[in-house]
C-alpha cells in the first residue's frame, strides 16, 4: 500500500461547478499536510497548508480528517485556470521529508 | 537569484553514459531536496541538504547516484552509467529551513537516456 494515495482522475468538470478530492495516508504519525498544484510540465507549487481545523483561501478549502487519515481539497466555482494535478504531500512528525502523492489531475471544461 | 534554477532543462543521453545535473537554490534557503518524478507519478525523494550538516542519501536508488552541494549553495546531482529506467524529470527544491517551510522548485531537468 503506498503511504499517500489519490485518485489520478481525471476529473472532468464543467466550469463554475464544484469539485472535491480526497487523499488518504497510512502512518498516523504523520503531522503536517499540503497540497500542490502541478501544471503540465512544470514544477509543483505550494497551494495551501492544511490545518487541523480546516482551512480556506478564497475558493479552496481543505480539510483534515485525522481519524480516517485523509486530507481534502475542494474547489468552487472552477475556473478554466484550476484544470492541473493537485498533489497531496504529508510531512511525517519525527522527519523532514515529504512523502508525495501522484497527484489527481483535474480538467475544467467551458 | 530570486527562485530556483536548473540546468539544464532537457539532456538526451545514450545508455551507460554520466550526467550531471545542478541546481542553483534560492539565496539564504539552507535545506536542499533532490526529487525525481516519472511521468504520471508522484515526487520520490532522493537526497536532502540541510546547512552544513551530512546530507540524508536514503533516497538515492543506487551507488551510481551521487550529489554535492558546495559551500551550502549549489547542488549536482551526478548520475553515472545511466539506465534507461533514469529517464524522469528531476526537481530541485529549496526550503527556508523549517520543517513546515514551503518547498520552492526549480523547473526541473527532463532527463531521456535512450
Known amino acids: 500500500r503506498k503511504e499517500v494515495e489519490q485518485d489520478p482522475g481525471p476529473f472532468n468538470v464543467p466550469e463554475g461547478a464544484t469539485v472535491a478530492f480526497n487523499c488518504t495516508y497510512s502512518?498516523?504519525?504523520?503531522?503536517?499536510f499540503f497540497w500542490y498544484r502541478q501544471d503540465c510540465r512544470k514544477e509543483p507549487k505550494l497551494l495551501m497548508s492544511?490545518?487541523?481545523?480546516?482551512n480556506e483561501d478564497g475558493r479552496f478549502t481543505a480539510q483534515l480528517n485525522r481519524a480516517s487519515q485523509y486530507i481534502s481539497l475542494l474547489i468552487r466555482d472552477s475556473k478554466l485556470s484550476d484544470s492541473a494535478t493537485y498533489l497531496c504531500?504529508?510531512?511525517?512528525?519525527?522527519?523532514?521529508?515529504?512523502?508525495w502523492g501522484a497527484g489527481t489531475k483535474l480538467i475544467i471544461k467551458p | 537569484g530570486a527562485g530556483v534554477s536548473q540546468s539544464p532543462s532537457n539532456k538526451v543521453t545514450e545508455k551507460g553514459k554520466d550526467v550531471e545535473l545542478r541546481c542553483d537554490p534560492i539565496?539564504?534557503?539552507?535545506?536542499l531536496y533532490w526529487y525525481r518524478q516519472s511521468l504520471g507519478q508522484g515526487l520520490e525523494f532522493l537526497i536532502y541538504?540541510?546547512?552544513?550538516?551530512?546530507?540524508?542519501k536514503s533516497g538515492l536508488p543506487s551507488d551510481r547516484f551521487s550529489a554535492e552541494r558546495t559551500g551550502g549553495s549549489v547542488s549536482t546531482l551526478t548520475i553515472q552509467r545511466t539506465q534507461q529506467e533514469d529517464s524522469a524529470v528531476y526537481l530541485c527544491?529549496?526550503?527556508?529551513?523549517?520543517?513546515?517551510?514551503?518547498?520552492?522548485f526549480g523547473p526541473g531537468t527532463r532527463l531521456t537516456v535512450l
Open positions: 527544491a529549496a526550503q527556508r529551513g523549517g520543517f513546515t517551510d514551503t518547498q520552492y
Open positions: 539565496s539564504g534557503h539552507t535545506a
Open positions: 541538504f540541510q546547512g552544513n550538516s551530512a546530507p540524508d
Open positions: 502512518n498516523s504519525a504523520s503531522q503536517s
Open positions: 492544511v490545518y487541523s481545523s480546516g
Open positions: 504531500v504529508v510531512k511525517l512528525t519525527s522527519n523532514y521529508q515529504l512523502i
